[in-house]
């Protein structure tokens, strides 16, 4: 399925399926790299969980001849596509305790144990669908089923940098301080976003990411590395 | 340096805002009324992006701590050097310990304060814009305060005179307008009657607006189904309508992405017009096809090199750079 529609003059946006699914968020980042590569007049590029948007001057690059371009991209995707992430992340996580203020919470939630909460979250290669609400905020596919939990009736105000969160039957981590209504299960000691680094940006969409759960003190000395300006924290093996 | 005497209502540094990171969730932001600031920059010789100060209904007190050419534009705010009255949209030379004095705005919403060589705060991520909710850019990542002392840049080419532009040269800005839009992306998930509604009611600017968007109220614009979508890329301009049926327009720190549908959106060169709209303004929207927006977004951009020409040459206006 192949649908484009229109967002403003210089907005084309590409829907190729209409559910929330690994096989169709990875069709949507091989047509944003097919685009990137081959569409000339596409100044920018937004992957999200079923839709690509193609932004462009509407005024030197026509809307009319793009979109027949796009069109020929898409349906040149093939339907053997599969949804192997390229590159996997392996993010340091602190769970519970003062880092994680609802795992308790969670567990009573789902009938679990703190420790099956966290090996559960753990366990799989999540797919980073696309990257929103604040910069570099991941949305993840692949959550435990087990693990949905409703949402804060009244959302935090202040969520530090870095936590690790579930709500509904989505997880994602909080990049920069900001409120928020998932529920807090533990918190990286990395930087999800930080504009001085030479990559800003630690994950990018359709990136594999994989929660390592660490002890209070490999965040403490981890986060002093980080604090210090070190770049490989959370890149050893 | 220029120094924040006495802090207004709100005051960032803006240019043209931060494009290339959408994928990675970055806003773009950027000035509100981009013609506006544009026009400030012209007026100091600067490159029509360079980085300004966007002044928001009241504009502060500001000492200038070196002799610099600079201007305003935007929204009238009765400025003033050293006590005399200085043109809404004019350049004039400042002497060092002059000061530049703002009242708050008789109509429209934002002015740009624009010095000769830009403003010279670290560019980051490829701009000088301010996106305060994520502190990013701008001065310290963060909305200007008292006693805040910005540098100016080094300025290339010969300055042009100081100019104050005339009013048949001047757009209109506040008191309601009417925005074009494109309809889309998800215009089929309202009726016909949802969408006549959207075109005819007029809508008043709620006090809830800002720099990500502005929420309006009027007649509610009648759906088929449910107002959620799968979470979607979004655009300043897009006019996203919760199940309340009241429009909320994203604006210049519009967040990337979305989950409500999107009736319409408006075109680039309107968006000035929403950027000086305050409540209760009326807004309403008039729909035009894509041959009609892009010639809208020419006109834009002829108007804007008319503008540099005009300034350029020093001659009085003869022609209006701002087609409509």
């Not at chain 2, 220029?2 to 773009?28: E, N, W």
């Not at chain 2, 919760?242 to 979305?258: E, F, H, R, W, Y």
Request: aromatic share 4%; charged share 20%; net charge neutral.
């Amino acid at each position: 399925m192949v649908r484009i529609l229109a967002q403003g003059e210089g907005g084309i946006v590409v829907e190729l399926g209409d559910a929330i699914d690994d096989a169709v968020n990875a069709r949507v980042h091989a047509l944003a790299a097919a685009v990137r590569a081959h569409l000339d007049g596409a100044v920018e590029v937004v992957p999200s969980y079923r839709s690509l948007l193609v932004l462009h001057d509407p005024v030197t690059h026509p809307r009319a001849g793009l979109v027949r371009r796009v069109r020929t991209l898409a349906e040149g995707l093939g339907e053997t596509l599969v949804s192997v992430p390229g590159r996997v992340v392996r993010l340091p996580v602190c769970y519970g305790g003062a880092h994680g203020p609802d795992l308790d919470e969670v567990a009573a939630l789902t009938g679990l144990s703190p420790g099956a909460v966290v090996a559960l979250h753990a366990a799989p290669v999540y797919r980073v669908h696309l990257l929103g609400f604040t910069p570099g905020f991941p949305y993840l596919g692949g959550l435990d089923p087990a693990l949905t939990v409703p949402r804060l009736e009244v959302p935090r105000s202040r969520i530090p940098a870095g936590s690790v969160a579930i709500g509904g039957g989505q997880t994602g981590v909080y990049p920069i301080e900001s409120p928020g209504g998932w529920r807090l299960v533990g918190r990286t000691p990395l930087r999800l976003f930080d504009p001085l680094r030479p990559r800003p940006f630690l994950l990018a969409a359709g990136d594999g990411l994989r929660f390592v759960p660490i002890s209070p003190e490999a965040f403490e000395e981890q986060a002093r590395r980080v604090e210090a300006g070190d770049a490989t924290v959370g890149l050893e093996p | 340096m220029i120094t924040l005497l006495k802090a207004g209502l709100l005051a960032t540094v803006q240019d043209l805002g931060r494009p290339g990171f959408r994928d990675s969730g970055m806003p773009v932001a950027g000035a509100m009324d981009r013609q506006a600031m544009a026009a400030a920059n012209l007026l100091v010789g600067n490159d029509p992006g360079a980085a300004t100060v966007e002044l928001t209904l009241l504009g502060g007190t500001w000492r200038f701590e070196e002799e610099v050419l600079a201007a305003v534009a935007g929204a009238d705010m009765s400025a003033t050097l050293d006590g005399a009255p200085v043109g809404p949209w004019s350049s004039f030379v400042a002497r060092a310990g002059s000061q530049l004095a703002f009242k708050s705005a008789r109509s429209g919403v934002r002015a740009y304060l624009a010095v000769r060589g830009g403003i010279d705060v670290p560019v980051v991520l490829g701009s000088r814009s301010t996106y305060a909710r994520a502190g990013v850019g701008g001065f310290q990542g963060r909305v200007l305060a008292t006693g805040d002392r910005l540098p100016v840049g080094a300025a290339l080419g010969s300055a042009p005179a100081p100019l104050v532009l005339a009013p048949r040269e001047i757009p209109p800005s506040g008191g309601g307008a009417t925005l074009r839009v494109l309809l889309g992306p998800q215009d089929d998930r309202f009726t016909a009657e949802g969408i006549a509604t959207f075109l005819s009611g007029g809508y008043r600017v709620t006090p809830q607006n800002d720099r990500m968007g502005y929420r309006l109220e009027g007649p509610p614009i009648a759906m088929r189904g449910p107002a959620d979508i799968i979470t979607d890329p979004l655009v300043p301009g897009a006019i996203q309508v919760p199940g309340g049926g009241q429009p909320i327009v994203m604006a210049a720190d519009a967040q990337t992405t979305g989950g409500y549908i999107k009736i319409a959106a408006v075109i680039g060169p309107d968006l000035r017009l929403l950027g000086q709209a305050r409540s209760p303004d009326l807004i309403r929207f008039t729909r035009i096809t894509q041959a009609e927006a892009v010639r809208a977004v020419k006109g834009e951009r002829d108007g804007l090199a008319r503008l540099a020409r005009r300034i350029a040459s020093g001659a009085g206006g003869g022609e209006r750079p701002w087609s409509p």
